[in-house]
Every structure is written in C-alpha cells, then in structure tokens.
C-alpha cells in the first residue's frame, strides 16, 4: 500500500511563503509523475504543479512564477515552495503520485492566507 504524507500547511500572511512536503513510502523515481492539488470547499480539485520523473515541469496559470515544485528521489520527498501568497491561495493541498493506471493521495494539508 502506498503512502503518502503531506507537512509545511499553516496560517500565513498575503505576501508570505510556506514549503509544503510530500514523503512517499515506496521508491519516489517508480512514479511517473508527482503533483500537487488544491481544493476549496464546495470546489473542484485542480492541479497546482506536476513534476515528471525526468524533470519537465507544469505549473497553474495562478501560481506560475510564485510556486515551485522539485522532487528529491533519493529522500522520497517532492516539495511545493510556495512565495508571494495570496488568499486565493487558501485550499487544502494534496499530493499525487502517478503510477500508470494508479493515482495515490495523501491526506491533505491545509494552507490558509490571511492576515
């Protein structure tokens, strides 16, 4: 069973910066893909960043230019640096891992923007 377990959520203020973290339990290179979601109450989960295994990148309109992802293989750990916060931003997120046909979720972790 695969795991993944998200940290880095927390209250921050508009303009601010957080670094969410993603830790899968098996070999992170077996996926082809890692992503991060967000999701707001009553809304759809979209997609934020996708990191490839091979490192092409695909970033949200909203957030291109203030949201970075990487994935560090050997940790098992995807990151979402996230700078220049705004309260639009405020969703739970989630990671993804892609192994074709398989998607996994981790449980959520919660960043709200406001000052």
């Known amino acids: 069973q695969v795991r993944l377990v998200e940290s880095g959520g927390g209250l921050v203020q508009p303009g601010g910066s957080l670094r969410l973290s993603c830790t899968t339990s098996?070999?992170?290179?077996?996926?082809?893909?890692m992503a991060w979601y967000r999701q707001t109450p009553g809304g759809q989960r979209e997609l934020v960043a996708q990191?490839?295994?091979?490192?092409?990148?695909i970033y949200a309109d909203s957030v291109r230019g203030r949201f970075t992802m990487s994935r560090d293989n050997p940790k098992n750990t995807a990151y979402l640096e996230m700078n220049s916060l705004k309260p639009e931003d405020t969703a739970v997120y989630f990671c993804n891992a892609h192994s074709p046909p398989h998607d996994y979720w981790g449980q959520g972790t919660q960043v709200t923007v406001s000052s």
């Open positions: 990191a490839a295994r091979y490192g092409s990148r």
């Open positions: 098996e070999n992170m290179f077996s996926f082809e893909t």
